[in-house]
Structures are given as structure tokens and as C-alpha cells.
């Protein structure tokens, strides 16, 4: 099945610093989505990209598909920015319509 | 619209206890799905169904079944509790033109 990669897998900033994480997929993909699970371990969709950038607030995302690549921008990070960071994609030859989740980031903001 | 909701929220089973885990959804959405995430892990998905009536399995199924007679509701049932399915279990949904999921807050299961 499709492999999805992500790094760093453990990440330390101090508050107002910017990071940048990675989640490399080595399949072509139909759905790109980038999640925050915050430390009460709910899920939090913070974008679906399968191509493309977008932009939310002081987060924003870019999707190399014919790279096959992700990256999450997290610019001037917050004390509430801590938790983990999964990408997920679901490949496009696949008729389960599932999708598969990489390791996570672990982020930890200090004030 | 409430979206995806999950009950019970935090549960403790003892070995060979049987429950079932309810979801349900209020977009219309054909697609949804169950996953497990184990301490430290990303999510295994359990079951999927394409809409009511279809079901089919996932990556991880064993000790598990699931029915899917509404649109809305799509209930995961445990027959044998094990310890080895001490685990958060999340719903999703998926519906319309998009790819997108939208998962539920979880249920976090214990098994002693």
C-alpha cells in the first residue's frame, strides 16, 4: 500500500518561531489532509490539499503532486500550536477510499 | 449542523465484555469510516461502508463488525473485549464531490 512519511517526528520551538513539516507519499493521491490532534486528542481538520497552496490565518500548506510531497507551514507558533501534526492521503488507485495516515509530528511550543 | 458525533466518549470494558460505539452524522454523506489510534501511533482504519447497506473491511477488522442500515449511523460493535483494543477509536465521514474527511471527537476505550 502507499507509504506516508513525515518529519521531523519530534519538534521543539520557542513561541514566535516558524517551522516548516514535511509528509512525502509515495503514491498518487486523489486527498491531501493536513491535521492537528491537540493535546485532549481531538482531530482538527486544518486543510484538504491534494495540489496547491492554501492559506489559513498563520498556517499555510503547499502540495507537490508530481513530486509527491506536503509541506505545513506553521509561521509566528503558539503555545496552542503544540500537539500532532498528521498527514493523511488516500491514493488514487483505491477503491477502499480510505485513507492512510503518516506517524505524526510532534510539536511542542514553549513560551 | 453538528456533524460527526461519537458516543459513548470514555468507556472501561472488562475482558470478554461486548459494547457498541456510536456514530452518527447529519451531512447526508454516503462514505464513513472507523479508525483506531494506539498510543503514539497514526490511525488504522477498522471498517469503511460506501453508503447503507454496503459495508467492507479495513486494514485492522479482526474483533469488530459494524452495520450500516442508515445514512447517519454507522455503529461499531465490540462481541469479545480484548486489551489489545484499549485504544481511541474515531468516525468520518465523507461526502459530495470532495475527498475530504471529517472525523468525530473519539471514544476513548479501555479494556482490563
Known amino acids: 500500500g502507499i507509504q506516508v512519511e513525515q518529519s521531523p517526528p519530534d519538534l521543539i520551538l520557542q513561541e514566535g518561531a516558524n517551522s516548516t513539516l514535511r509528509c512525502n507519499f509515495s503514491?498518487?493521491?486523489?486527498?491531501l489532509q493536513w491535521f492537528h490532534q491537540n493535546p485532549w486528542g481531538q482531530l482538527i481538520n486544518l486543510f484538504y490539499i491534494p495540489s496547491g497552496t492554501k492559506q489559513n490565518g498563520r498556517l499555510s500548506a503547499t502540495t507537490v503532486a508530481t513530486e509527491r510531497y506536503s509541506l505545513l507551514y506553521i509561521s509566528s507558533s503558539q503555545t496552542t500550536d503544540s500537539g500532532v501534526y498528521f498527514c493523511?492521503?488516500?491514493?488514487?488507485?483505491?477503491?477502499?477510499?480510505?485513507?492512510?495516515f503518516g506517524g505524526g509530528t510532534r510539536l511542542m511550543v514553549k513560551p | 449542523n453538528a456533524g460527526v458525533t461519537q458516543t459513548p466518549k470514555f468507556r472501561i470494558l472488562k475482558i470478554g465484555q461486548s459494547m457498541t460505539l456510536q456514530c452518527t452524522q447529519d451531512?447526508?454523506?454516503?462514505?464513513m469510516y472507523w479508525y483506531r489510534q494506539d498510543p503514539g501511533m497514526g490511525l488504522k482504519l477498522i471498517y469503511y461502508s460506501v453508503g447503507a447497506g454496503i459495508t467492507d473491511k479495513g486494514e485492522v477488522p479482526n474483533g469488530y463488525n459494524v452495520s450500516r442500515s442508515t445514512t447517519e449511523d454507522f455503529p461499531l460493535r465490540l462481541e469479545l473485549a480484548a486489551p489489545s483494543q484499549t485504544s481511541v477509536y474515531f468516525c468520518?465521514?465523507?461526502?459530495?464531490?470532495?475527498?475530504?474527511?471529517?472525523f468525530g471527537p473519539g471514544t476513548r476505550l479501555t479494556v482490563t
Open positions: 451531512m447526508n454523506h454516503n462514505y
Open positions: 468520518a465521514s465523507r461526502g459530495g464531490q470532495r475527498y475530504e474527511q471529517y
Open positions: 503514491d498518487s493521491v486523489n486527498n
Open positions: 493523511a492521503v488516500e491514493p488514487r488507485y483505491n477503491a477502499g477510499n480510505m485513507l492512510t
